[in-house]
C-alpha cells in the first residue's frame, strides 16, 4: 500500500493549493472593491455635476434651446404649479392644463402679472380618458410647444392593499398616471421633431425604484413612465428632443396630506416649490434623475438594495402609513 511520504510534504502540499486559492479571492476582492470605489467617485461626481454647478453658472436660455411655450399638466398645485412658475421665470410662455378652472385662472394671472409672459389655460379632466384629447389638441394648434411637463398624476388616498382599491380608482390610475404622457407625447412630439429641439419631462416616483408593497398599482405605473421615458428618449434624442424621467422622493404636496410627517416640509421632504426650483436646472443635463440632492442620495442607496429588503422596508413603511391615515379618518 502506498503511504505519504512524510506528514510535512502533505501540509506544504495543502498550503501551496490555499495560497493559490487565497490569491484568488484577494483578487476577486480588489476588482470588488475598486468598481464599488469608482462607481462611488462616479454617483459623487453626477450628484456635483447634476444639483450644484448647474446652480453656480449662468441659467440655460430655454426658449432658444427648445420652444416658446411649456405645456404643464396638474399645473395648478404641487410640483406642476411651480415648474410652470420656474419655466416662466426663465421666459417660456407657460400653458396649464388641469380640471379646475378657477385655480388655472388665477394661477394663470399671477404668471402673467409675475413673469411677464403669456399664458393660456385648458380646462380638462384627464380621468376621461380618450374623449377629451381632440379638444386638447385643438386648443394647443398653431403653438410652438417646446416643453412638455407631464406631471398630472393619482395616488391612493393613502397606502393600501391592492384589494381594497375600486374599479373606479385602478382605471383612473391608468387613465390619468399613464394615459395622459402617451398621448400628450403623442400629440405635441410631431411638432418637435419638425423643429428638430424640444423637452419632454415625465413626473416619476421613487416608488418605480423597486416593487413597492402596498402601493402597487401606483408604483407600476409611475414604473411605466419611467421606462416610457428612456426608451423614448433614445428614440428621439437623434432628432434633437430630450427626454426626461424625474423621479421624486416624497414632496410635502396634497398628496401626503395622510400622513403627519409627509405633509410637513423637513430636510428630506422638500416644499413642491424648493423641489421645482432644483428640478429646473436638471433639464437638458440629466434624462433619469430625482431632481433634488438628497433624494438622489436616497435613489442611489435604493438600486443598491437587494429587491427583498426594499420590499420589506417599503412595506413596513407603507402599513405604518395606512395605519396612521386610517386612525386619522374619522368615524
Same mark, same amino acid.
Given at each position: 500500500m502506498a503511504a505519504v511520504d512524510s506528514?510535512?510534504? =502533505?501540509?506544504?502540499?495543502?498550503?501551496? +493549493?490555499?495560497?493559490?486559492?487565497?490569491?484568488?479571492?484577494a483578487l476577486i476582492g480588489a476588482l470588488y472593491t475598486a468598481k464599488m470605489g469608482f462607481t462611488l467617485m462616479n454617483d459623487t461626481y453626477t450628484l456635483i455635476r447634476l444639483h450644484f454647478i448647474p446652480r453656480l453658472v449662468k441659467r440655460?436660455?430655454?426658449?432658444?434651446?427648445?420652444g416658446k411655450w411649456a405645456v404643464v399638466t396638474g399645473g395648478t398645485s404641487g410640483i406642476g404649479k411651480y415648474y410652470a412658475k420656474e419655466l416662466a421665470s426663465r421666459k417660456v410662455n407657460i400653458i396649464l392644463i388641469s380640471r379646475n378652472q378657477e385655480k388655472l385662472e388665477a394661477l394663470a394671472q399671477e404668471?402673467?402679472?409675475?413673469?411677464?409672459?403669456?399664458?393660456?389655460?385648458?380646462?380638462?379632466?384627464?380621468?376621461k380618458g380618450s374623449e377629451i384629447y381632440p379638444s386638447i389638441e385643438r386648443a394647443l394648434a398653431g403653438k410652438e410647444i417646446g416643453i412638455l411637463v407631464n406631471n398630472v398624476g393619482v395616488f391612493y388616498t393613502h397606502p393600501d392593499y391592492f384589494?381594497?382599491?375600486?374599479?373606479?380608482?385602478?382605471?383612473? $390610475?391608468?387613465?390619468?398616471?399613464?394615459?395622459?404622457?402617451?398621448?400628450?407625447?403623442?400629440?405635441?412630439?410631431p411638432g418637435m421633431v419638425?423643429?428638430?429641439?424640444?423637452?419632454?419631462?415625465?413626473?416619476?416616483?421613487? +416608488?418605480?425604484?423597486?416593487?413597492?408593497p402596498l402601493m402597487t398599482a401606483y408604483s407600476a405605473s409611475k414604473a411605466y413612465l419611467d421606462h416610457f421615458s428612456r426608451a423614448l428618449h433614445y428614440e428621439y434624442a437623434p432628432q434633437g428632443i430630450f427626454v426626461q424621467s424625474l423621479i421624486p422622493f416624497f414632496i410635502s404636496t396634497n398628496l401626503t396630506t395622510y400622513s403627519r410627517h409627509l405633509s410637513k416640509k423637513s430636510f428630506l421632504v422638500p416644499s413642491a416649490e424648493?423641489?421645482?426650483?432644483?428640478?429646473?436646472?436638471? =433639464?437638458?443635463?440629466?434624462?433619469?434623475?430625482?431632481?433634488?440632492?438628497?433624494?438622489?442620495?436616497?435613489?442611489? $442607496? &435604493?438600486?443598491?438594495?437587494?429587491?427583498?429588503?426594499?420590499?420589506? &422596508?417599503?412595506?413596513?413603511?407603507?402599513?405604518?402609513?395606512?395605519?396612521?391615515?386610517? =386612525?386619522?379618518?374619522?368615524?
Open positions: 506528514f510535512s510534504l =502533505l501540509l506544504r502540499e495543502i498550503g501551496r +493549493s490555499c495560497n493559490c486559492y487565497m490569491e484568488t479571492l440655460a436660455d430655454l426658449v432658444k434651446l427648445y404668471i402673467v402679472n409675475t413673469y411677464k409672459v403669456e399664458t393660456a389655460i385648458i380646462v380638462t379632466d384627464f380621468s384589494t381594497s382599491l375600486t374599479q373606479d380608482k385602478i382605471w383612473e $390610475l391608468i387613465n390619468v398616471n399613464i394615459g395622459a404622457a402617451n398621448m400628450m407625447v403623442h400629440m405635441v412630439l419638425q423643429r428638430k429641439k424640444g423637452a419632454i419631462v415625465n413626473i416619476s416616483s421613487m +416608488s418605480c425604484c423597486q416593487p413597492t424648493e423641489y421645482a426650483r432644483h428640478a429646473v436646472t436638471t =433639464l437638458g443635463i440629466s434624462r433619469r434623475t430625482t431632481g433634488y440632492w438628497l433624494h438622489t442620495i436616497q435613489f442611489l $442607496l &435604493g438600486q443598491y438594495l437587494p429587491e427583498w429588503l426594499w420590499a420589506w &422596508g417599503t412595506y413596513r413603511m407603507n402599513n405604518s402609513l395606512r395605519l396612521e391615515a386610517t =386612525l386619522q379618518r374619522p368615524h
